[in-house]
T-cell receptor
C-alpha cells in the first residue's frame, strides 16, 4: 500500500506564510487530498480538501499539481495558535491512510 | 465540538483484560472509522463501518473487533490486552463512504494497559 510522506517538523515565526508539502505516490484517479490539523489530546480537525489545481478557504490554500503526486498546504500569516500537527490524507480507495504528520511550531 | 462522542475518555486496565470503547457518530452520518494513535506510529487506520456493514479494514489486530449497531453507534472491542495496546483511540464519522469524505473526529479514548 502506497504511503504519503511529509516533513516530520517545521518551524516558523508569527506572521509568516507556511507551506507544507505531502507526497502521495500511486494515488488513484478519483482520490481526494484532505488535510487535517491536530492539537495535543484532541482529535484531528478538517482543514481543506482538493482534487486538483488550487482550493482556498478561510484558513488555508491547497495546491495540487497536474500529476497529483504531491500537494502543498499553505497557511497564510500563521499565529501561535497554529502550532499543531498537520496530516495529509489521501483516500486510497477504501482505506483512509494518514501520513506521518508534520509538527509545526510557530515561534513568537 | 465535532458532534462525535466517545466514551470513556480514559480507561486503565491490566494486561490480558478486555475492554470496549464506544462511539456515537454525528447525527446523520452513516460511516464510522476507528483509529489508533500511539507515540511511535502516528494515526493508524483500524476499520470502517458503513450503515452497519464492515466497509474497509486496515491494520487491525485479530484481538480487536468492532461493530456498528442499527442505531449507528459503534463499539471497538480490545481483548487479551498487551502493554503495547496503550494508545489514544479515535473514532471518526462521515456522511457516506468512498472518495472525498470529510472525517469528523471525536476527542478519543486514552487506554492505558498496566
Amino acid at each position: 500500500l502506497a504511503k504519503t510522506t511529509q516533513p516530520i517538523s517545521m518551524d516558523s515565526y508569527e506572521g509568516q506564510e507556511v507551506n507544507i508539502t505531502c507526497s502521495h505516490n500511486n494515488i488513484a484517479t478519483n482520490d481526494y487530498i484532505t488535510w487535517y490539523q491536530q492539537f495535543p489530546s484532541q482529535g484531528p480537525r478538517f482543514i481543506i480538501q482538493g482534487y486538483k489545481t488550487k482550493v482556498t478557504n478561510e484558513v488555508a490554500s491547497l495546491f495540487i499539481p497536474a500529476d497529483r503526486k504531491s500537494s502543498t498546504l499553505s497557511l497564510p500569516r500563521v499565529s501561535l495558535s497554529d502550532t499543531a500537527v498537520y496530516y495529509c490524507l489521501a483516500n486510497y480507495g477504501q482505506n483512509f491512510v494518514f501520513g506521518p504528520g508534520t509538527r509545526l511550531s510557530v515561534l513568537p | 465540538d465535532s458532534g462525535v462522542t466517545q466514551t470513556p475518555k480514559h480507561l486503565i486496565t491490566a494486561t490480558g483484560q478486555r475492554v470496549t470503547l464506544r462511539c456515537s457518530p454525528r447525527s446523520g452520518d452513516l460511516s464510522v472509522y476507528w483509529y489508533q494513535q500511539s507515540l511511535d506510529q502516528g494515526l493508524q487506520f483500524l476499520i470502517q463501518y458503513y450503515n452497519g456493514e464492515e466497509r474497509a479494514k486496515g491494520n487491525i489486530l485479530e484481538r480487536f473487533s468492532a461493530q456498528q449497531f442499527p442505531d449507528l453507534h459503534s463499539e471497538l472491542n480490545l481483548s487479551s490486552l498487551e502493554l503495547g495496546d496503550s494508545a489514544l483511540y479515535f473514532c471518526a464519522s462521515s456522511e457516506g463512504y468512498g472518495f472525498g469524505e470529510k472525517l469528523f473526529f471525536g476527542s478519543g479514548t486514552q487506554l492505558s494497559v498496566l
